[in-house]
């Protein structure tokens, strides 16, 4: 039938065929990973608690008979900027022991805490603390300084040292308190303040130990 007949060339009325679905495609490769994201606010730190800033539990020695540091030495460096805030507060606590080897012998044993080459335990000045004693082979004493270290300005600090001396049961020897209100420091803010512990015994073959050194900052 030829086109005259139809009549009927309009596009809009012709059907195509369809034909099948395709298959799914492969998943495509990942992406690379984006930037990261902004660090997130700071924590409001926290209030009333303390961070051990040193702990040190390896026995050190001296038989020195002039003061001189433990082998190995007990010390610490407070990086600067640690006591920030005026009242902040350190805890330094040291432990010593010293067992006879002679009978009947008077010794004197001597030990301080060094602060930024100043002596504060004792007496908080430029002696150490002092202690003289008949001993029997054998004896053994322990001693203790704990020392509360308060900031009062960039540049002072206020001290108290509590000194104890137990024998092997425990048993209470002597005890000294001391308060150093104004000990100069170079500017916290900007400087390291060092903490070292020194001794002395003057018998022969005996052998003064120091047991601890820990060092706890109170955080206000």
Same mark, same amino acid.
């Given at each position: 039938?030829?086109?005259?007949?139809?009549?009927?060339?309009?596009? #809009?009325?012709?059907?195509?065929?369809?034909?099948?679905?395709?298959?799914?495609?492969?998943?495509?490769?990942?992406?690379?990973?984006?930037?990261?994201?902004?660090?997130?606010?700071?924590?409001?730190?926290?209030?009333?608690?303390?961070?051990?800033?040193?702990?040190?539990?390896?026995?050190?020695?001296?038989? #020195?008979?002039?003061?001189?540091?433990?082998?190995?030495?007990?010390?610490?460096?407070?990086?600067?900027?640690?006591?920030?805030?005026?009242?902040?507060?350190?805890?330094?606590?040291?432990?010593?022991?010293?067992?006879?080897?002679?009978?009947?012998?008077?010794?004197?044993?001597?030990?301080?805490?060094?602060?930024?080459?100043?002596?504060? #335990?004792?007496?908080?000045?430029?002696?150490?603390?002092?202690?003289?004693?008949?001993?029997?082979?054998? =004896?053994?004493?322990?001693?203790?300084?704990?020392?509360?270290?308060?900031?009062?300005?960039?540049?002072?600090?206020?001290?108290?040292?509590?000194?104890?001396?137990? =024998?092997?049961?425990?048993?209470?020897?002597?005890?000294?308190?001391?308060?150093?209100?104004?000990?100069?420091?170079?500017?916290?803010?900007?400087?390291?303040?060092?903490?070292?512990?020194?001794?002395?015994?003057? #018998?022969?073959? =005996?052998?003064?130990?120091?047991?601890?050194?820990?060092?706890?900052?109170?955080?206000?």
């Amino acid at each position: 039938m030829g086109c005259e007949a139809c009549q009927d060339c309009d596009s #809009s009325n012709v059907t195509l065929p369809t034909g099948q679905v395709g298959e799914k495609g492969d998943t495509g490769a990942t992406g690379p990973a984006g930037p990261p994201g902004q660090a997130g606010t700071p924590g409001v730190p926290g209030t009333g608690g303390f961070i051990i800033l040193h702990n040190d539990l390896a026995q050190s020695t001296t038989t #020195s008979n002039t003061l001189a540091l433990f082998t190995p030495s007990k010390s610490y460096t407070l990086p600067a900027g640690t006591l920030s805030i005026d009242g902040s507060k350190l805890e330094l606590l040291a432990v010593l022991s010293l067992t006879s080897s002679d009978s009947e012998v008077t010794q004197n044993i001597e030990y301080q805490i060094n602060i930024g080459g100043t002596s504060v #335990s004792g007496i908080l000045a430029i002696n150490p603390y002092k202690y003289k004693e008949v001993y029997t082979s054998g =004896d053994i004493l322990h001693m203790k300084v704990r020392l509360d270290i308060s900031r009062v300005s960039r540049t002072k600090i206020f001290i108290t040292s509590d000194n104890y001396i137990t =024998d092997l049961n425990g048993a209470p020897i002597e005890h000294n308190h001391f308060t150093y209100n104004a000990m100069g420091v170079a500017d916290l803010d900007n400087n390291d303040l060092i903490f070292d512990v020194r001794g002395k015994e003057d #018998s022969s073959g =005996d052998t003064l130990k120091c047991d601890q050194l820990n060092i706890n900052h109170y955080i206000i």
